[in-house]
């Protein structure tokens, strides 16, 4: 069952109708983690909000659990859990009321759906008196998570919820959306970390408000058309500027510490590669067949 | 109901959290009405007045002993010719003079009139009217005192009437128009930055993804701010009564009943401003200068509206605090009740309605 769905949705904003969400469509099944993935400006914020009924489309329509996002929006308010990218508890309230006011707007209690926060609850439970302004990154996401789960949502929106937070924290978080899933929630969530992206049952590779790729993370990077190879030498910035000068090269990137340059399929080996760029005068030369990553994908993509 | 009393408790977590708006709510009104009440109290005390007595007889003299008799002026007596009078003026210490003609006591006894000169320093005009108020009064009593002796009754000076408040007090004016004042300040500047906060903090966003009611947030964030002003309210009426000696002559219950209604007033016009802000200092300036000026100026505290041109004077009946500035002082000094003051009471309900009304109407159910 499809619990939403996206049909050409499309929002612009202000009196120049900048684009931000460009005849956007996807359908996320009943208790699947779906990533929103992109970089910042890409429009995922804008998705988010247009499906968690708080800005309407300009275009198009959309669904979350059956609900119209513009005529039912009372409905879906009071079924999904949202999170927006930036955090917002009541800083001068403790864990423990935010906690609580929370439950009680959407009339329920801790007690009832304790079993939903448990995991996530007793990380944060030796802080409970602490004010929410005063907790470390992480923990206010916790925070943010238990609040968002509290009355039991069908759907869960998470608007970049590991954006400034340490990778441990980040770590953990992820794991905790797994455990989640086996509740059967529907899960939203939008990252610009690409590396995330595999972590979720399918994702979506969005950009300029448009959306280039929507697959399972792993037939994404099996699909990756080209050969690719990671580069390493002692002088890395005179590398990029030789592997941008070779002929044969579609393109070529910053990776880490290595440089990922892109070949058409078959068409270099690394041997290959590793003597041209000796005979550029490189030391140090480390060339490797390398595998596609969602990030590769994405550049891709964007090309 | 589960949901409002959590609503409502947050919101005072709120206020009892932050000391600085805990110092506004509660410091500015005793501060104000210490600072009105005493500071920039207009009576007149010990001013010192010269009197020029050229006639030296019996009467100038009985009525001297009875205007230095009175605390409100200290006396210098000295022969000057007119001139020397206007130079003693220039110095800045006198604040009037009274001079006794030549004749007067034998004026009095043929003519049954005569007149006395009384010259005011009118640079602050409020004080010399004041002070020569006070002097036609002492003068007055004086011409009283005598004629009951008399067939022939003696005229010095014309009559002088001061209803209600015959010494001037200062307070009388200033605590029904700094209550006012407060209330609105406070009131609405505090209500001002609700809603517009929890906008700018992003916790406006969670708010609308829930099932929550707009109008359960407005009576909700108004909630605390009426129960806090009307602890106000009991500190600024027991202040009046035991620091400034000015007691409540109506109904106290009537007195707190308008109160509510005009704090009332004030909440919903500060979640107006709150719903229209987008940032919490546009609101704060809004409701600082936007309410501020207004209420000195058009509540008739300070300048008597009826000497106001027609276009301010039709200007003011839109501001509340000058209904409720008239409600206070007919309650607390005239000691009316609410059949003289249905009308003022029924404006003020209409405009909390409206603007109840006008805000529900734009609260804003999405972000855009």
Redesign the interface.
């Known amino acids: 069952m499809e619990a939403v769905v996206v049909k050409n949705l499309t929002k612009t904003y202000g009196k120049e109708q900048t684009v931000a969400v460009d005849d956007v469509s996807f359908s996320v099944n009943q208790g699947e983690l779906f990533g929103l993935i992109g970089p910042d400006g890409a429009g995922k914020t804008s998705i988010f909000?247009m499906l968690?009924?708080?800005?309407?489309p300009d275009g198009g329509s959309a669904s979350v659990d059956g609900h119209d996002i513009v005529k039912d929006?009372?409905a879906i308010?009071?079924s999904?859990g949202?999170?927006?990218g930036?955090?917002?508890?009541?800083?001068?309230?403790t864990i423990e009321?935010n906690l609580?006011?929370?439950a009680?707007?959407?009339?329920t209690t801790i007690e009832e759906n304790y079993h939903l926060i448990k995991d996530i609850y007793v990380q944060i439970e030796p802080f409970k008196s602490r004010r929410a302004g005063k907790l470390s990154g992480g923990m206010k996401q916790k925070l943010a998570l238990c609040?968002?789960l509290i009355h039991q949502p069908t759907t869960l929106f998470l608007d970049e919820p590991t954006t400034g937070v340490d990778p441990v924290s980040r770590k953990e978080f992820w794991e905790m959306l797994k455990r989640l899933k086996e509740q059967n929630i529907t899960i939203l969530v939008s990252t610009p970390y690409m590396d995330e992206a595999s972590l979720c049952d399918r994702i979506a590779l969005i950009q300029g408000g448009k959306i280039l790729s929507i697959d399972k993370p792993d037939n994404i990077v099996n699909g990756y058309p080209d050969t690719l190879l990671a580069v390493k030498a002692d002088q890395m910035y005179r590398l990029l500027k030789v592997l941008e000068k070779h002929p044969d090269m579609l393109n070529s990137y910053a990776f880490g510490e290595y440089a990922h340059a892109v070949f058409a399929n078959g068409q270099m080996q690394p041997e290959a590669l590793e003597s041209y760029l000796h005979a550029h005068g490189l030391s140090g030369v480390e060339v490797l067949a390398a595998r596609a990553t969602i990030e590769d994908s994405f550049i891709k993509l964007l090309h | 109901m589960?949901?409002f009393?959590?609503?409502v408790?947050?919101e005072f977590?709120?206020v009892l959290?932050?000391q600085r708006t805990l110092l506004i709510l509660f410091g500015m009104p005793v501060a104000q009405i210490l600072i009105f009440g005493f500071a920039l109290t207009n009576e007149v005390k010990d001013s010192e007045i010269l009197v020029v007595d050229y006639a030296k007889d019996n009467a100038s003299q009985e009525l001297l002993t009875k205007i230095g008799s009175s605390r409100y002026f200290k006396i210098r007596q000295a022969a000057l010719n007119h001139k020397e009078i206007l130079s003693t003026f220039r110095q800045g210490k006198i604040k009037a003079v009274v001079v006794f003609p030549v004749n007067f006591n034998e004026d009095l006894l043929h003519h049954n009139k005569a007149q006395i000169q009384v010259i005011a320093d009118a640079t602050d005009v409020n004080t010399a009217n004041m002070i020569t108020n006070y002097l036609s009064s002492i003068i007055m009593d004086y011409q009283n005192q005598v004629n009951k002796t008399l067939k022939m009754p003696y005229r010095i000076t014309p009559e002088v009437r001061m209803l209600y408040n015959p010494q001037l007090k200062g307070a009388h004016g200033f605590v029904p128009g700094v209550m006012a004042l407060v209330l609105m300040l406070v009131s609405v500047m505090m209500t001002a930055i609700s809603i517009v906060r929890e906008k700018e903090?992003?916790?406006m966003?969670?708010?609308?993804?829930?099932?929550?009611k707009p109008v359960l947030v407005i009576f909700a964030k108004a909630f605390p701010y009426l129960a806090l002003s009307l602890v106000n309210v009991v500190a600024i009426l027991l202040l009046s009564v035991f620091v400034l000696d000015l007691p409540v002559k109506g109904s106290v219950p009537l007195l707190f009943a308008e109160s509510t209604l005009f704090i009332i007033t004030c909440l919903a016009l500060g979640i107006f401003i709150s719903i229209k802000t987008e940032t919490q200092q546009i609101a704060m300036l809004i409701s600082l200068m936007g309410m501020l000026l207004p209420t000195m100026m058009f509540s008739g505290f300070l300048f008597p509206i009826e000497n106001m041109p027609v276009p301010l004077q039709i200007i003011s009946n839109i501001v509340p605090s000058k209904w409720f500035y008239i409600i206070v002082k007919s309650i607390m000094i005239k000691g009316l009740g609410i059949s003289m003051l249905w009308k003022e009471t029924l404006i003020l309900l209409g405009m909390t309605v409206f603007l109840l009304m006008v805000s529900l109407k734009s609260f804003k159910?999405?972000?855009?």
């Open positions: 909000r968690t009924t708080l800005l309407l929006f009372r308010r009071s999904v949202y999170m927006p930036k955090f917002s508890l009541y800083q001068d309230l009321e609580h006011f929370f009680t707007v959407f009339g609040c968002a | 589960k949901q009393l959590a609503f408790t947050k977590y709120h959290r932050d903090t992003g916790t966003e969670i708010l609308l993804v829930s099932p929550f159910i999405r972000l855009q």
